[in-house]
T-cell receptor, first 109, second 113 residues
Framework: GMPVEQNPPALSLYEGADSGLRCNFSTTMKSVQWFQQNHRGRLITLFYLAQGTKENGRLKSTFNSKERYSTLHIKDAQLEDSGTYFCAAETTNTGKLTFGDGTVLTVKP | DAGVTQTPRHEVAEKGQTIILKCEPVSGHNDLFWYRQTKIQGLELLSYFRSKSLMEDGGAFKDRFKAEMLNSSFSTLKIQPTEPKDSAVYLC???????????FGPGTRLLVL
């Protein structure tokens, strides 16, 4: 299967709602990064994790290398959170970065 | 402090041409990345430099794609010869080190006819 599977492909939330995105990996990954791409196409780094959990404001991300998954949790969604979210994982063997297909998030008022 | 700059912002090429895309990273950053984004393939890492040394050359892209970093403040991505399937947005990013925040440029939108 695909090395990085990202779910869901699309997500629609109302302002103030909480939700989560997930990436499953077909093999053990060394690290994971999460990015947001806004409507103008500009990419922003959200998190880098080699293990464990990180929080930044309303965002929280977890990476479990052994269980082969990573999550991105959004709390109290705001309109400006709309965009496409990508996870990218670094494989242990090659050090190459492989991206998921992205989750298109729409936050409605 | 300037962010990552990329030129040109748009490029139209005929099949078989040589094109060179340029990127200036954030001053002081050690790592530089070239990515490609298409609707079909999504985001793909093409090249990764650490302190000007090529760490990742993108495997499948080696054939017609060549990224170079002759000094710490300038990188080029050459595509030779171009093919219509190369039509995509090419993104450059830099970071202080692996794992640090990557700062992305606005991208170059390439159309190969």
């Amino acid at each position: 299967g695909m090395p990085v599977e990202q779910n869901p492909p699309a997500l629609s939330l109302y302002e103030g709602a909480d939700s989560g995105l997930r990436c499953n990996f077909s093999t053990t990954m060394k690290s994971v990064q999460w990015f947001q791409q806004n409507h103008r196409g500009r990419l922003i780094t959200l998190f880098y994790l080699a293990q464990g959990t990180k929080e930044n404001g309303r965002l929280k991300s977890t990476f479990n290398s052994k269980e082969r998954y990573s999550t991105l949790h959004i709390k109290d969604a705001q309109l400006e959170d709309s965009g496409t979210y990508f996870c990218a994982a670094e494989t242990t063997n090659t050090g190459k970065l492989t991206f998921g297909d992205g989750t298109v998030l729409t936050v409605k008022p | 402090d300037a962010g990552v700059t990329q030129t040109p912002r748009h490029e139209v090429a005929e099949k078989g041409q040589t094109i060179i895309l340029k990127c200036e990273p954030v001053s002081g950053h050690n790592d530089l990345f070239w990515y490609r984004q298409t609707k079909i393939q999504g985001l793909e890492l093409l090249s990764y430099f650490r302190s000007k040394s090529l760490m990742e050359d993108g495997g499948a892209f080696k054939d017609r794609f060549k990224a170079e970093m002759l000094n710490s403040s300038f990188s080029t991505l050459k595509i030779q010869p171009t093919e219509p399937k190369d039509s995509a947005v090419y993104l450059c990013a830099s970071s202080l080190d692996w794992g640090d925040t990557q700062y992305f440029g606005p991208g170059t939108r390439l159309l190969v006819l």
